[in-house]
């Protein structure tokens, strides 16, 4: 066996025995690193990962099918990943930023559906409307963030010029840190930015025009701002992020609106989670909302002002089951579930 074939070997990811850290179930190990995981329904989870890893499961996490995907022998690093009837679409991060489309009943069917060779690109984060138009962000090519619009059942992506896009700021992009940048609620868009900024860029239909808005989380820094924004409703929304150089500190790294995003509040000041990279919304409990991150999970019940912990174990990202009842995790070398009814 080659040495190439070999590390591809070492990547697929592999069927292992239930194992229980606090209350998460791990359900699946693999050499990558997995920052994007998408909960289709009660039954199938999507993933992509480093080293072109890319995953599903049709029978809520029995067992998986696994591939990886290439593009000129190379494995991208797809850290955003969305499914629109399906199919499977994955986001590579450096150039040339790459988008594929995948059968969910026949992985190696991979669709090339758009290449972008700006030297500079990077992209982010990944989502659909449920109208099933496609939104990709990445960080700043020019003097603007890099969004695409996807029609077409994803077949056609377009690049949003920059003159209906306000100009980033110094240093102001994104982290392509849980394919959490991106919040959608019916045909409006939420895209939060970080590191010299960190703002709110929003779209009140598909994409077409975007104004931004301030936040007053901490922000200046390479890696400090928001990682991730989570829209309940079209008025209610959290931002969730820090400073990655300094995980424990609990301030400027949480904030609310109430007004569709024009204005942002700091919440849990010097008593909430600290760092986190991903936040999300429980689909029934209407003020429940869990944090992720390499430090750990939390609940907050009343809209994040206050909040329990409840594992120490370190995931990146994590997404719901539509009926509430398992959150499921994904982090590094692991995808694993919480039931959500022992909380």
């Not at 069917?109 to 449920?130: C, G, R, W």
């Not at 928001?226 to 500190?249: E, P, Q, V």
């Not at 909302?289 to 409840?310: H, M, P, Q, V």
Request: glycine content about 12%; overall charge negative.
């Amino acid at each position: 066996m080659t040495l190439i074939n070999i590390i591809l070997s070492s990547l697929l990811a592999l069927q292992v025995p239930a194992m229980h850290r606090d209350s998460i179930e791990v359900v699946l190990e693999f050499e990558s690193s997995v920052r994007a995981i998408e909960v289709v329904d009660n039954n199938t989870i999507i993933f992509s990962g480093f080293g072109g890893l890319v995953g599903i499961s049709q029978n809520s996490g029995k067992t998986w099918d696994t591939t990886i995907v290439k593009h000129n022998d190379k494995t991208p690093a797809f850290r955003a990943c969305a499914s629109l009837d399906q199919n499977i679409f994955i986001t590579s991060i450096e150039s040339p930023g790459l988008i594929f489309k995948i059968p969910f009943n026949n992985l190696s069917q991979q669709k090339l559906v758009y290449k972008n060779e700006h030297p500079s690109i990077f992209l982010d984060a990944m989502a659909f409307t449920d109208q099933g138009i496609g939104v990709v962000m990445g960080d700043p090519t020019d003097d603007c963030l890099t969004i695409l619009i996807g029609e077409n059942n994803g077949e056609d992506w377009s690049l949003v010029p920059c003159g209906k896009i306000p100009k980033t700021k110094n240093n102001e992009a994104a982290f392509a840190a849980s394919n959490g940048n991106i919040s959608i609620i019916g045909e409006k868009i939420w895209i939060a930015s970080g590191g010299g900024a960190s703002r709110v860029f929003h779209s009140r239909y598909r994409g077409v025009d975007w104004v931004v808005y301030d936040t007053p989380l901490n922000q200046g820094g390479e890696m400090t701002g928001a990682f991730a924004i989570s829209f309940r409703d079209n008025n209610t929304g959290l931002l969730i992020g820090g400073d990655w150089g300094d995980k424990k500190n609990k301030y400027g790294n949480l904030a609310i609106t109430n007004d569709g995003g024009k204005n942002w509040e700091l919440i849990a000041e010097g008593t909430g989670p600290g760092y986190r990279s991903c936040i999300v919304w429980h689909p029934t409990e209407k003020n429940t909302c869990i944090a992720i991150g390499s430090e750990g999970i939390d609940i907050s019940r009343n809209e994040g002002y206050t909040w329990k912990r409840l594992s120490k174990d370190g995931y990146f990202t994590g997404r719901f089951s539509p009926d509430g009842s398992t959150l499921w995790l994904a982090g590094h070398g692991k995808i694993g579930k919480m039931s959500f009814d022992e909380n």
